[in-house]
Every structure is written in structure tokens, then in C-alpha cells.
């Protein structure tokens, strides 16, 4: 096998050297489109992002994390009339708490990418509860309550982050709530 050199696309392949039986590689190096983009050459130097590029991506994130923290608050509206169904409708139980597991999904999916990592976590640990929505217990009723209650204080105090000591406080109570669930499974 002999290699090549690399060529522009187009080139044709040089004839093979080295008689019957060789193969020709041919090496095509496309353009870094990427590289481009950002004004950086075909030579590898980087390039600079336009300043006015990324101002305005900063103000389209903004204005996306603002409309997250408005859907957040109507899924936390939402989450807390399916916990309340599922209260009271103990037949149909498993239903209401699909529905809440489906909600609370999505809490836990986009509030890790706006800052929220508390109550992406909180809305996760609730959802290890929500795997086998067979079980349908007052004790769980009781610890999913109680996940949903700190969601509404994070969102209500606009806890960003791991929330400091008030996200431990709010952790620790939630994981003393859990620990007393799976104790009595």
C-alpha cells in the first residue's frame, strides 16, 4: 500500500508505484468550515467570535432562561394539581403519579442547563420514587409531597446552583424523608 500525499479534491490519483497489486489511498483534507465561521485560518491560526455574535447570543439565552423559570413555575402548577388528583383518587393512583413523573421529567431535564441543579436534582430523586408507579403508598404520597414543597421553595427563592446552605438544609431533609420510605418498603 503507498500513501499519498494530500490533495485538493478533484485531483486525480497519482499511478500506482510498485507494480500489480498496489492500492492507491487517497487523502482529500477537507475545508474546517467551523474554523472559518470564527475567522480563524486554513493554516490552523484560531480566529476571534465577532463580539457582536456572542452579545447576541448572550441576550437569546437570557431571554430563554427567563421563559424557562415562567414554565417552570406553570409545571410546578401543573405537578402540584396531579399530587393533589392523585390524593384523592386513590383508585387511579398510578395514573395520576405517571402524569407526575412525566411533569417532573422535564422540571429535572432543563433546570440543570439554566443554573437550577438543585431542583433538577430534587425532581430526579422524586422520580426514583415514581419508577414502579405501582407502588402507591401514603408514605410515598407523603416524601413526593415533600419533594414537590422544596421545588416550589427553589423556584420561589430563585435558588440557582447547589443553593448553599439552604439547598443542604432542603437535601438533607428530603434525604431523611427518603431513608424513612425505603425503610418501611
Request: proline share 5%; net charge positive; charged share 25%.
Amino acid at each position: 500500500m503507498t500513501d499519498k500525499s494530500p490533495k485538493s479534491p478533484g485531483t486525480p490519483p497519482e499511478k500506482p508505484a510498485g507494480g500489480k497489486g498496489a492500492r492507491v489511498v487517497e487523502i482529500i483534507e477537507l475545508p474546517n468550515k467551523l474554523r472559518a465561521k470564527v475567522g480563524g485560518t486554513a493554516d490552523g491560526k484560531p480566529g476571534q467570535i465577532d463580539p457582536a455574535h456572542i452579545d447576541r447570543a448572550t441576550r437569546h439565552v437570557a431571554r430563554m432562561a427567563e421563559a424557562h423559570r415562567g414554565q417552570t413555575r406553570i409545571d410546578l402548577t401543573s405537578l402540584q394539581a396531579a399530587f393533589a388528583q392523585a390524593q384523592r383518587d386513590t383508585e387511579n393512583r398510578a395514573q395520576h403519579l405517571r402524569k407526575i413523573y412525566k411533569i417532573s421529567d422535564g422540571i429535572m431535564t432543563l433546570g440543570r442547563t439554566f443554573g437550577y441543579n438543585l431542583l433538577s436534582d430534587f425532581a430526579n430523586s422524586m422520580n426514583q420514587f415514581l419508577v414502579d408507579p405501582e407502588n402507591t403508598s401514603d408514605a410515598l404520597m407523603t416524601v413526593l409531597g415533600l419533594h414537590i414543597d422544596a421545588m416550589h421553595v427553589v423556584v420561589r427563592d430563585d435558588i440557582k446552583g447547589d443553593g448553599g446552605e439552604l439547598g443542604q438544609a432542603l437535601t438533607k431533609s428530603l434525604a431523611l424523608a427518603r431513608a424513612k420510605l425505603i425503610h418501611r418498603r
